[in-house]
T-cell receptor, first 111, second 117 residues
Framework: QKEVEQDPGPLSVPEGAIVSLNCTYS??????FMWYRQYSRKGPELLMY????GNKEDGRFTAQVDKSSKYISLFIRDSQPSDSATYLC???????????FGKGTRLHILP | ETGVTQSPTHLIKTRGQQVTLRCSSQ?????VSWYQQALGQGPQFIFQ???????GRGNFPPRFSGLQFPNYSSELNVNALELDDSALYLC????????????????FGPGTRLTVL
């Protein structure tokens, strides 16, 4: 079993829809849970992170972590064509550890 | 755009050759990590350098080696290239160890696309 599982998609939704992206993981020691956005031919950009369980909101983005289920989610409200990218979930045990990434989900927002 | 730069942007090599990839860190960041991202996959950790010493290594063979310089820039060297080494190589610089985690903790560069024929 991989440490982090993520459906690669692609996921296509109409503009304005709510997008839900998810990952599961197996290592209960993970403490930091991150979401990166990666545009084509670019490096990953850290969108949001959550420490331990709970929710975090930043504008149109909401990150949720359920450590009891080992399940994390990213919700994008009022999706825009500019949100079209690959979204990578990622996790670390401690701040300076290596990052463990999911495969990434390719998201297409249709105008 | 982050302050992390990588060179070259693209590179084509043949099997058995050696390659050196370069990375310049974000200002104020003294830790550099290298990741390999194969097509359709998430990045995989190769190693991390802190104060010019290797500070953690992923599951990569010894033919992957690195250096960090006093100005915190870094090199990734790969010897005896194999076809499976074809990937996007990402460099990430991190703020000093011990600082609290934030969205400014780590920045990735745009990557070097390596093709091995």
């Amino acid at each position: 079993q991989k440490e982090v599982e993520q459906d690669p998609g692609p996921l296509s939704v109409p503009e304005g829809a709510i997008v839900s992206l998810n990952c599961t993981y197996s290592n209960s020691a993970f403490q930091y849970f991150m979401w990166y956005r990666q545009y084509s031919r670019k490096g990953p950009e850290l969108l949001m992170y959550t420490y331990s369980s709970g929710n975090k909101e930043d504008g149109r983005f909401t990150a949720q972590v359920d450590k009891s289920s080992k399940y994390i989610s990213l919700f994008i409200r009022d999706s825009q064509p500019s949100d079209s990218a690959t979204y990578l979930c990622a996790m670390i045990v401690n701040r300076d550890d290596k990052i463990i990434f999911g495969k990434g989900t390719r998201l297409h927002i249709l105008p | 755009e982050t302050g992390v730069t990588q060179s070259p942007t693209h590179l084509i090599k043949t099997r058995g050759q050696q390659v050196t990839l370069r990375c310049s860190s974000q200002s104020g960041h003294n830790t550099v990590s290298w990741y390999q991202q194969a097509l359709g996959q998430g990045p995989q950790f190769i190693f991390q350098y802190y104060r010019e010493e290797e500070n953690g290594r992923g599951n990569f063979p010894p033919r992957f080696s690195g250096l960090q310089f006093p100005n915190y820039s870094s090199e990734l060297n790969v010897n005896a290239l194999e076809l499976d080494d074809s990937a996007l190589y990402l460099c990430a610089s991190s703020s000093p160890i011990g600082q609290s985690f934030s969205t400014d903790t780590q920045y990735f560069g745009p990557g070097t696309r390596l093709t091995v024929l």
